[in-house]
């Protein structure tokens, strides 16, 4: 009598051991490599776009911090609200205004300015009834303000020299223009003492701008002093004046704490100062954004990712069923064929995140490269991006690898 008809004999459970797993997995990737490249390229994407956009955004917010610490960091604007609490209050600003904001100890210059209402009849002319190219003059702000804007502003001089107190205190009849509308005016030289009118008021052009690194409107308006400006039009009208403050590094929010009182103690609420933002919150508030914005479009790089590998991986399970069903026959049971699909597809997740931490990290460093900043990529993206990969391969593979187990094998061979 042989072992299977003697009674109580019962068969002997099959096994499969993590060798067998580990063989089964590492055949079934190789039987089809251009396959299996192809369902790992969703995770290579998805984890460089990952790493890539953590990187970038960690490399960009350190390049912010450093550019608005510079500039953003040492200025300050006041702004007239007198009229806002009271129709017929006049300007707020103090004739002596510079003088006083001056004396705060962390004020490098200041200056009050606005914008001169003008009308059809108050074009810029080279020459009086006519000079600009159509004859008709040229369309620019009239800006009236105190030296020190010009000084805030940190203009650069073409030619000439910008206005000081002297002009100030006279009201002189002079301006400085932008050197593209000295260009558009035909103002080449201030060796002639050249004027321009603005209807038919002349202004002789003392200095010609060609960059500022504050409030680059001045570049295209005639900005004459203020004190010139009050007596010709008198005080602004449309446009409430401000006043520009540049201070040292790290004073200006106290400048901006006291500015009111000091300009007008008997109504500080006539004017409202304007610190500038705080570089740590700006950068934070940046890199947040950036974060928040890239993150998603690496999840959706994610899911795109997934979607290729349970695809893939369905495909093949419909491709291998009659594989599935002989095995089963031959005694591996459902749970065996799972662990076997999701081995193969996390090993896919895993590779594809592997490459694309490495193709992320690479990008990184290329752009920061090109445009001389230094590369930031932490520790903990590179460490978590295979992760994100392998877990990207196994929920893709779950679907796939559970139909595959219940495949019958009476009804694999069939096919």
Request: aromatic share 4%; with cysteine.
């Amino acid at each position: 009598m042989s072992d299977t008809e003697r009674p109580g004999r019962a068969v002997e459970p099959s096994s499969f051991s993590v060798r067998d797993l580990l063989a089964e997995s590492l055949a079934g990737l190789l039987q089809r490599p251009a396959r299996s490249a192809l369902t790992a390229l969703g995770t290579v994407l998805g984890v460089g776009t990952f790493v890539a956009i953590l990187g970038l955004t960690a490399t960009t917010s350190s390049q912010i911090d450093a550019r608005f610490s510079v500039l953003t960091a040492t200025e300050v604007t006041v702004e007239d609200v007198a009229r806002e609490q009271d129709p017929y209050a006049s300007m707020a600003f103090p004739h002596n205004a510079d003088q006083r904001i001056g004396r705060l100890a962390g004020v490098e210059h200041a200056g009050v300015f606005w914008t001169v209402r003008t009308g059809p009849d108050m074009r810029v002319r080279a020459s009086l009834g006519g000079g600009s190219a159509d004859g008709t003059g040229e369309d620019a702000a009239l800006v009236a303000a105190s030296p020190g804007v010009l000084e805030a502003a940190v203009p650069h001089l073409s030619q000439g020299r910008i206005f000081d107190a002297y002009h100030e205190k006279h009201a002189a009849d002079v301006a400085v223009i932008g050197s593209g509308l000295a260009e558009r005016l035909g103002v080449t030289t201030l060796e002639t003492h050249p004027a321009i009118f603005v209807g038919e008021q002349p202004f002789t052009v003392i200095g010609i701008i060609d960059d500022v690194r504050r409030k680059a409107d001045l570049l295209s308006s005639v900005v004459i002093p203020r004190s010139t400006a009050l007596g010709l039009y008198g005080e602004p009208q449309d446009t409430p004046a401000k006043m520009l403050i540049s201070t040292r590094l790290g004073a200006a929010q106290q400048i901006a704490a006291e500015a009111p009182t000091a300009l007008r103690p008997d109504h500080p609420g006539y004017l409202k100062a304007v610190p500038p933002p705080d570089p740590k919150s700006l950068r934070s508030h940046v890199t947040n954004d950036l974060s928040q914005l890239f993150l998603l479009l690496a999840s959706i790089c994610l899911v795109i990712g997934a979607v290729g590998i349970a695809n893939t991986t369905l495909v093949a399970v419909l491709e291998r069923t009659g594989e599935i069903g002989l095995r089963r026959a031959l005694g591996a049971r459902g749970r065996h064929i799972t662990v076997q699909f999701l081995a193969e597809s996390a090993a896919l997740g895993a590779l594809g995140g592997l490459i694309g931490t490495s193709l992320g990290t690479v990008t990184v460093v290329a752009v920061a490269a090109a445009r001389d900043w230094t590369p930031v990529v932490h520790p903990s993206t590179v460490a978590a991006a295979p992760v994100i990969g392998l877990v990207t391969g196994l929920v893709a593979g779950l679907y796939p690898a559970l139909r595959a187990s219940r495949i019958q094998p009476a009804e694999a061979l069939r096919r």
